[in-house]
T-cell receptor
Framework: AQSVTQLDSQVPVFEEAPVELRCNYSSSVSVYLFWYVQYPNQGLQLLLKYLSGSTLVESINGFEAEFNKSQTSFHLRKPSVHISDTAEYFCAVTPSGGYQKVTFGTGTKLQVIP | GAVVSQHPSRVICKSGTSVKIECRSLDFQATTMFWYRQFPKQSLMLMATSNEGSKATYEQGVEKDKFLINHASLTLSTLTVTSAHPEDSSFYIC????????????FGSGTQLSVL
């Protein structure tokens, strides 16, 4: 079984400031890691993912996350946030090799302040 | 990219009625689909795994007789909330696995169910 912990339920940050959303996981097997974004009353959109290879993964809109196996973390960062980044962000994990059991964290609401 | 369509996006119903939610994979065949439930300000909780042509596998604590899942074709899975009650009000999201190269897991846009 695996679990995901997102300690911060809300993160307010001023526009153009950097942000880090924390995610820690636990699993007895190797895993795939994901960050999803959810805008109000919408489904989930994949932001980025780590499957294997380079531990630093990037999204097309400036987010990045680094897989740290020793610290069992997959924190999400962006050097300069925009108002449009305001949304809920979910970290998720699934055993590597398949997508049968995706476990989500409780989410972090990013509030970008103008 | 692959698209998963979920319908309706929002439904309001009276207590005691049944509501059907559809999840369609529009440009790929999905032998496996998943149904999640999301309470306000909480994470997504997996309810069940829907396999085409066979019975769904429900997670512990999910009432199979209340949440009927049918995966009759490779592109459609339905979730029927039977005899809905106010406590069933929630955001329901489906996802589907694409068995091809590239991105594997796709989510629908969700259905907000409100039971009065």
């Amino acid at each position: 079984a695996q679990s995901v912990t997102q300690l911060d339920s809300q993160v307010p940050v001023f526009e153009e400031a950097p942000v880090e959303l924390r995610c820690n996981y636990s699993s007895s097997v190797s895993v795939y890691l994901f960050w999803y974004v959810q805008y109000p009353n919408q489904g989930l959109q994949l932001l980025l993912k780590y499957l294997s290879g380079s531990t630093l993964v990037e999204s097309i809109n400036g987010f990045e996350a680094e897989f740290n196996k020793s610290q069992t973390s997959f924190h999400l960062r962006k050097p300069s946030v925009h108002i449009s980044d305001t949304a809920e962000y979910f970290c998720a994990v699934t055993p590597s090799g398949g997508y049968q059991k995706v476990t989500f964290g409780t989410g972090t609401k990013l509030q970008v302040i103008p | 990219g692959a698209v998963v369509s979920q319908h309706p996006s929002r439904v309001i119903c009276k207590s005691g009625t049944s509501v059907k939610i559809e999840c369609r994979s529009l440009d790929f065949q999905a032998t496996t689909m998943f149904w999640y439930r999301q309470f306000p300000k909480q994470s997504l909780m997996l309810m069940a795994t829907s396999n085409e042509g066979s019975k769904a596998t429900y997670e512990q604590g999910v009432e199979k007789d209340k949440f009927l899942i049918n995966h009759a074709s490779l592109t459609l899975s339905t979730l029927t909330v039977t005899s809905a009650h106010p406590e069933d009000s929630s955001f329901y999201i489906c996802s589907a696995i694409r068995d091809r190269e590239g991105e594997k897991l796709f989510f629908g846009s969700g259905t907000q169910l409100s039971v009065l």
